[in-house]
Nanobody, 116 residues
Framework: QVQLVESGGGLVQAGGSLRLSCAAS????????MAWYRQPPGKQRELVAL???????SYADSVKGRFTISRASANNTVYLQMNSLKPEDTAVYYC??????????WGQGTQVTVSS
């Protein structure tokens, strides 16, 4: 069973940076995609950034140029470097993985709070 554990969230002032990490375990087949989603207070969960099996990258328009997703294949860890943070980036951030034959998995979430 795939397990995802996020870390790196916290409180930061506007304009600051944070780096989220997601450690994946129990992966025995090809990773189709890994991604970061977020859920702001009172809103629906939304895709922030995705990295495909061919290292294809995709970003939400609201974070382009500020956030960078990357993956360390050796240990199945995915990162989200967040720069120039804004109060509207405040949300619970979730790690996501889609693994062949294992399906889709979610982490427990990590809180990111950006103060103005």
């Amino acid at each position: 069973q795939v397990q995802l554990v996020e870390s790196g969230g916290g409180l930061v002032q506007a304009g600051g940076s944070l780096r989220l990490s997601c450690a994946a375990s129990g992966i025995n087949y090809r990773i189709i995609a890994m991604a970061w989603y977020r859920q702001p207070p009172g809103k629906q969960r939304e895709l922030v950034a995705l990295i495909g099996s061919d290292d294809r990258l995709s970003y939400a328009d609201s974070v382009k140029g500020r956030f960078t997703i990357s993956r360390a294949s050796a240990n199945n860890t995915v990162y989200l470097q967040m720069n120039s943070l804004k109060p509207e980036d405040t949300a619970v951030y979730y790690c996501y993985a889609n693994v062949l034959y294992s399906g889709r998995s979610w982490g427990q979430g990590t809180q990111v709070t950006v103060s103005s």
